[in-house]
């Protein structure tokens, strides 16, 4: 009964150990994932203006439009007509130009939002000679100081990112060993009895395996469900991150915890119990 006692013990601080390391590790693969995603959102509203040429009829417009929406690098494609764009001016400026001009000075264009991927220095310049072979475009204008900015500040925030991670995964591997070490540490007497009867190494290592296994489940479990209480409480609070953490991050999330779990417990336990096994006799009371 006191043995069991001790187990149960050993089994729910190994338990708990793991769980927060499993919670701190979800924790940050949810703020890459939102990170991402909130990258790609700025990177949405990045926009290139195309201008055509004067005289150009709505119906060529539209025609041109079209074939724009169809680039693998245009996410969308908002179509401007001159009279908009002549409202807009005289709603931004006070002035109608039409006055001392004598017509509308504004032609059609069209604002291409472009896909998140292709929002950087290069892609741009590609970009612009691929719309320029369109002989109806006269120019191609866009934010080129804001795109290097927006590049700049997102390499330095995935530089950041990429360096938390790796040191996290270190010492989250770390721990875990460590609390499964000294799980496997305190019965290295009955891995050791069992070996002088003539036990096989694997059947030895098998209910080692079984308990970590166990393990694993029940700190992703208990992990899993404390990660998606606090999404439900952030969301409720501020319903515009429901845009930021979509469901398939929350499953990534999720699958992702379960995952090194497993794989870090089942290792970790399998390296303890064969330093055990092979270790001899005399070295356990060290």
């Known amino acids: 009964m006191k043995r069991n006692n001790i187990l149960r013990w050993q089994f729910l601080t190994s338990t708990i150990s793991t769980t927060m390391v499993l919670l701190l ?71 109608d130009p039409v006055e001392f001009l004598g017509g509308n000075p504004f032609s059609i264009s069209m604002e291409l939002g472009l896909q998140p991927d292709y929002v950087c220095s290069d892609s741009i310049s590609w970009i612009v000679d691929d719309l320029q072979e369109e002989s109806a475009i006269t120019d191609v204008i866009y934010q080129n100081e804001l795109l290097k900015s927006l590049n700049r500040n997102l390499n330095t925030i995935t530089i950041i990112l990429f360096v938390i991670t790796a040191v996290l995964s270190v010492v989250c591997i770390s721990l875990i060993n460590n609390t499964v070490h000294l799980c496997v540490y305190s019965r290295r007497f009955i891995i050791n009895t069992m070996k002088l009867v003539g036990a096989g190494w694997g059947f030895i290592r098998r209910p080692f395996m079984l308990h970590s296994l166990y393990m694993g489940l029940a700190a992703t479990a208990i992990a899993d469900s404390i990660l998606f209480s606090l999404i439900h409480w952030a969301t409720g609070i501020d319903t515009e991150l429901n845009q930021f953490m ?33 270790m001899r006799e005399r070295d356990l009371y060290k």
């Open 25 to 95: 590790l979800g924790t940050l693969i949810l703020f890459v994932l939102t990170a991402r995603e909130m990258r790609d959102y700025v990177r949405k509203d990045m926009t290139v203006t195309v201008v055509l040429a004067d005289g150009t009829v709505p119906t060529d417009a539209h025609a041109i439009e079209e074939r724009l929406a169809e680039k693998e690098y245009v996410h969308h494609v908002n179509y401007i007509s001159s009279e908009q764009a002549l409202r807009e001016h005289i709603d931004a400026m006070g002035i």
């Open 246 to 278: 979509p469901g398939r991050n929350i499953a990534i999330m999720a699958v992702s915890v379960l995952a090194f779990a497993l794989l870090i417990t089942q290792t970790c336990t399998y390296i303890s119990v064969t330093r055990f096994l092979r």
